[in-house]
T-cell receptor, first 113, second 110 residues
Framework: KAGVTQTPRYLIKTRGQQVTLSCSPI?????VSWYQQTPGQGLQFLFE???????NKGNFPGRFSGRQFSNSRSEMNVSTLELGDSALYLC????????????FGSGTRLTVV | DQQVKQNSPSLSVQEGRISILNCDYT??????FLWYKKYPAEGPTFLIS?????DKNEDGRFTVFLNKSAKHLSLHIVPSQPGDSAVYFC?????????FGTGTRLTIIP
């Protein structure tokens, strides 16, 4: 079965712009979680969506937002980009129940200049 | 506040020997622990996990040990192979989310 698909793979944006990243989960998975990976910080949890509702949220400013559609695809939006937002953004899908099988996509590498 | 810590940013091990990666956590509400392996330009892939009710889980060359009283878990890889060279993340789950450590870069020396 197809894995988790993230688009685009690479993105270069200018400070102050906004960006939207997309994540298509594994078929049947209803939960999508987003993480930010930066050198030395590991994977920082952004938020999780389950059945179109944000279920959990990490400690990121309101410039970071997301949504999930009825087909479980999720988008993440970052507004007013800052240089520090440059990172690898990963999404992970799971059934969203007690199953702890998180499958990650390959990520979107965002560079803010 | 880093609730999951991997204090060794890097580790080099001779091929064929044992690799031991360590992870400490502070949140006693974590009830499930996982190890992920990550190659450059790829997302993390799941390796092995352990429930808080166990102290050991084995899968082939990989064994995870959990010491709840010390809030410590470790991943043993034996024997180590060149393909094991990657960044390893430990992760802990509570009712809310997965929390990751900062990762340990493992290099297997042929």
């Amino acid at each position: 079965k197809a894995g988790v698909t993230q688009t685009p793979r690479y993105l270069i944006k200018t400070r102050g712009q906004q960006v939207t990243l997309s994540c298509s989960p594994i078929s049947g998975h209803r939960s999508v979680s987003w993480y930010q990976q930066t050198p030395g910080q590991g994977l920082q949890f952004l938020f999780e969506y389950f059945s179109e509702t944000q279920r959990n949220k990490g400690n990121f400013p309101g410039r970071f937002s997301g949504r999930q559609f009825s087909n479980s695809r999720s988008e993440m939006n970052v507004s007013t980009l800052e240089l520090g937002d440059s990172a690898l953004y990963l999404c992970a899908s799971s059934l969203g129940t007690e199953d702890y099988g998180y499958t990650f996509g390959s990520g979107t590498r965002l560079t803010v200049v | 506040d880093q609730q999951v810590k991997q204090n060794s940013p890097s580790l080099s091990v001779q091929e064929g020997r044992i690799s031991i990666l360590n992870c400490d956590y502070t949140n006693s509400m974590f009830d499930y622990f996982l190890w992920y392996k990550k190659y450059p330009a790829e997302g993390p892939t799941f390796l092995i996990s352990i429930s808080s009710i166990k102290d050991k889980n084995e899968d082939g060359r990989f064994t995870v040990f959990l010491n709840k009283s010390a809030k410590h878990l470790s991943l043993h890889i034996v024997p180590s192979q060149p393909g094991d060279s990657a960044v390893y993340f430990c992760a802990a789950k509570d009712w809310e989310k997965l929390t990751f450590g900062t990762g340990t870069r493992l290099t297997i020396i042929p």
